[in-house]
């Protein structure tokens, strides 16, 4: 049972409920600190209701939208980049000079730019997811070693089929890095977007109904919403893309 | 009519700063059933040349005609057989990466490229692997699929570089005789390249020999009958005390 790495997880979580659950009884301000039971109360039953899934399928809607534009353009910015030497430079200026800048920065212009709505936001979630695609899918296609290279020529395959199956899968341990890292960025930057500007872009996403729940003081819901981001970014970096690495680089003995 | 005339080819690089030659107007034939093996130390161009035949370097001039055709591309009538282990696509089976070459090449449809694969597999005894990724194979595994590859793809020539130089001297010399005798089987015309004496006058029927800085042709003789210490004087002009002394 201790050799369990599962069991031994669960245990801990245990522990901090329990802890969460003692702490916020003895100091009995649920205004402050609602109880863990009520906080889960809070979440069975805005679930039930409907308004979190709502607020879930919103904030995810958004986050797909913005995730598979940003990887359109970093697709299209690698493709120059390994196609020319310009292209190549351009992608490490951009890179180097947007990838250090917090994509919730750009939020005020975005708003000026595109207007109260998803537009503004999907702008900002292209920028955090962009960069940081674009750089590991171009550093992964340099790093594909010569010898592979030559295999791949030498069935005389198009240029296309060389890209898509010996370029790209040969690159994809890098890629994957890149997507994982994309998605990481877009999440945060989403919730913040929605948290601090969601009313404005009229949106009823997550960070609008923790916002919203937080103006009309429903702290055990402030929670549930709190806990709601956490499930879900457990369930994206962990399951979804823990599965992928295992039938894909962990399979080929390939991560890095 | 030879299978691949190459003719008074040279190689040039340029390293950055300038341009080295590799290989000066060097000439040779093979014929089909061949297996012709270029030997020389490390410096001697003798990879170079092997790339220029597989299209993957232009001479400087000179002419490389296979079946009378300049070679201008690298294309699946010429396969590449190489010295390191990751010539295999690690995200496919060993079966995979067999009928992927077929199917890539147009070579054969889906279904009989499986059935050539699994031949090809058994061939180098390797049936019990079919379906394993390549990181879970040794080094000389991965080069024996690396050799069914490319026998399965039935090219005109095989051009292997170093392909057991990074092996061990037990698989290297098992891996030596399982290619002669899968080329006494299907009579494959094979192009060598080695810095190994033994290893050429094993493998070969006949052997070029290359001198080093720029890479010349210095003798061609048949490896049958041929005398190592003979060929490590042409080699090295009996000078054998520079440190390239092939000791194997």
Known sequence: MWNSGVARKVLLLAILAAAWEAYSRWLANPLLFPTFSDTLIALVSSITSGRLPRAVGFTLTLLLKGYIAGLALAGLLT???????????????????????????????ALIWF????NSIIFVLIHAVLWSVALNTYAGF????????????????????YITRILVPAAFPSILTGLKVGWAFAWRTLIAAELVFGVSSGSGGLGWYIFENKNQLLIPNVFAGLLTVILLGLVVENLIFRTVENVTVRRWGMQT | MS????????????????????????TFKVDRSE????????????????KAVGGYVKPAEGSILLNGKPVVVPGPDRIF?????????????????ITFALTASRTLPRREAEDRALTFIDKVNLTQFANTYPHTLSGGMKQR?????????????????????????????RMQEELLRLCDE??????FVTHSIPEAIRIGTRILLLTTHPGRVKAELDARGADPAQIERLLFDGKLDDGRKNVE
């Open chain 1, 115 to 118: 207007g109260l709505g998803d």
């Open chain 2, 35 to 50: 297996r012709f093996v270029i030997l020389g130390p490390s410096g001697c161009g003798k990879s170079t040349i092997l």
């Open chain 2, 81 to 97: 057989v190489f010295q390191e282990f990751d010539q295999l696509l690690p995200w496919k089976t060993v079966k995979d990466n």
């Open chain 1, 79 to 109: 493709a120059f980049a390994s196609a020319t030497r310009l292209g190549a430079d351009l992608l490490e200026i951009l890179t180097s000079m947007f990838n250090p800048l917090p994509s919730i920065a750009l939020l005020p212009i």
């Open chain 2, 186 to 191: 299907s009579k494959f015309t094979v192009l």
């Open chain 2, 145 to 173: 699929v690396a050799i069914a590859r490319a026998m399965a793809m039935g090219p005109e020539i095989l051009l292997m570089d170093e392909p057991f130089a990074a092996l061990d001297a037990l698989t290297r010399a």
């Open chain 2, 3 to 26: 299978l691949l005339a190459v003719d008074g080819v040279t190689l040039q690089y340029n390293n950055g700063t300038q341009t080295v030659i590799a290989a000066h107007r060097v």
């Open chain 1, 142 to 161: 340099r790093a594909v070693s010569p010898t592979l290279r030559m295999v791949g020529q030498n069935y005389g395959l198009s240029t296309g089929g």
